[in-house]
């Protein structure tokens, strides 16, 4: 018998979109005899909550609801500053600890994202003793480097992640992140940031397949590694295996859209919206993405310039924001260093 335990994390904003994700998992995994689906529970609305039960009793599964209230109140005392205006990105490194001693294993999927291929393989694959599995990041190159690490060190992308439970209490992991916040307390990617360095080195690379993100559909590979030169990545093959046969398409914020909001131009739109119109969501009304500033020019530079040229444009900005951001952050901190 085929089981799989998957973790989501949403607030009631984001659920609409955790539950499209849920239905896309459950369309294509049809074959897996049991998918237990842990929701983290940011004060989703019940009647979203209702919508995502019924998705699963309709396709044979369960949900079960996490309350993370007490990871909230510790970020609290501790004065965490809200990302984005909340705490809900941080809520999954407070998860695992609470997870039952029947869950071994864990695949935390971003909502921001469809699964549109078999997840089986993570039910058993080899975590090579490791306590987290992921895949490789491709834009955070400078920042990682602003943080001290080695260029060709990897540095991953925690939206999809493969999480050894047992490994993760026996190694103290929430320990070390709470250790690590009382050293420094703003990050960019906050939990990716918070993961990549409390498990420096402790981290198995996932094949890219299991997170596509946008920027390798859209730019030539090449484009983008002249865009974003780097150490520690993938080979052009295997991104090429991932472009051609992804299992989860990560959609991330795309010159500031996301699939859901009307008139957007992000890649993934199209099939957002396939699994979109077959959920209970189907009715969700998009609306237009509030772009000022810099992510305005980029998103209109983006429609008018060939992508291939606009990806070196965009390189600059990101990287720009990268290194500011961080020495911003490092300023406001009474210790700022990273070990």
Avoid at 81 to 97: A, E, Q, V, W
Avoid at 145 to 152: C, E, K, N, S, T
Avoid at 196 to 222: C, D, F, S, W
Wanted: glycine share 6%.
């Amino acid at each position: 018998m085929k089981e799989l335990n998957v973790l989501y994390l949403t607030d009631n904003n984001y659920a609409a979109f955790a539950g499209v994700s849920i239905v896309s998992m459950f369309e294509n995994n049809k074959h897996i005899d049991k998918l237990h689906v842990y929701v983290i529970d940011d004060s989703i609305a019940q009647e979203n909550k209702d919508k995502m039960l019924a998705v699963a009793e309709k396709y044979g599964h369960e949900i079960i609801f996490l309350d993370l209230t007490e990871g909230i109140r510790t970020l609290e005392r501790m004065g965490i500053p809200k990302y984005r205006g909340s705490y809900t990105t941080y809520l999954k490194l407070f998860t695992f600890n609470l997870l039952p001693d029947s869950v071994k294993r864990i695949f935390f999927i971003d909502s921001d994202s469809v699964v549109v291929d078999d997840l089986s393989e993570m039910i058993d694959i080899d975590m090579q003793g490791c306590m987290i599995g992921a895949v490789r990041d491709g834009i955070s190159q400078p920042y990682k480097v602003a943080l001290g690490y080695d260029p060709d060190d990897s540095w991953f992308n925690m939206g999809v992640m493969l999480v050894d439970v047992d490994a993760w209490k026996a190694g103290h992991a929430q320990e070390k992140i709470i250790a690590q916040l009382q050293k420094r307390k703003g990050y960019i990617a906050v939990d990716q940031d918070l993961l990549n360095i409390t498990q420096h080195g402790n981290i198995m690379t996932l094949h890219p397949r299991y997170n596509a993100t946008p920027h390798h559909y859209v730019y030539k590979e090449t484009a983008f590694r002249r865009a974003f030169p780097q150490g520690g990545f993938y080979d052009l093959q295997t991104m090429k295996e991932a472009q051609e046969r992804p299992v989860i398409r990560h959609f991330e914020r795309f010159v500031g859209q996301s699939p859901w909001h009307k008139n957007s131009v992000h890649p993934y739109t199209a099939l957002f919206d396939k699994y979109l119109a077959l959920s209970p969501w189907r009715d969700y009304e998009k609306q237009e993405a509030r772009l000022t500033g810099t992510l305005k020019i980029e998103n209109m530079l983006y429609r008018v310039l060939p992508k291939n040229l606009f990806v070196y444009i965009y390189a600059v900005g990101f990287k720009h924001y990268l290194l500011t951001t961080n020495e911003t952050l490092q300023k406001s901190e009474s210790i700022s260093n990273i070990s």
